[in-house]
DNA sequence: CATTTGTATCGTCATGCCCG
DNA sequence: CGGGCATGACGATACAAATG
């Protein structure tokens, strides 16, 4: 998992983050059909899921800070877009007025 | 300086969706 | 269908800035 097995170098913060909560025991996968998986089996899928559950969440939210930096760059540009119409309008109103009179 | 408040980041759970 | 992935929602924690 990580190199040396404890926190990830991201990771400054809560060490207690990392603790698995309330652990709920899945009733489905409860051992009583087949002994012989058991827990250990059980809890080394689950942990698998949550490893690949947190990688996932960690990947998605990368993803969407893109898209959202994406999206703020291309309001920048329409603004100046915008902006720069809105001069060349002005602009050649003035045109025309002058013609005109 | 201690407390409160706001914000960022994380891990987990629940759920919808897609593919084999 | 069932399994796995992507993502929204939630609660916990850390940290910074504001307030008294």
Redesign the pocket.
Known sequence: MWATGDM?A?????????L?????VTPSTNNLDNPPMMAEETTRKRELR?F???E??????K??KEYVKCLENRVAVLENQNKTLIEELKALKDLYCRETD
């Not at 990771?11 to 983050?17: K, T, V």
């Open positions: 990830p991201y990771q400054i913060r809560s060490p207690a983050s990392s698995p909560q309330a652990v709920v949550l690949k559950n947190r996932a969440a960690r990947e998605c939210r993803k969407k």
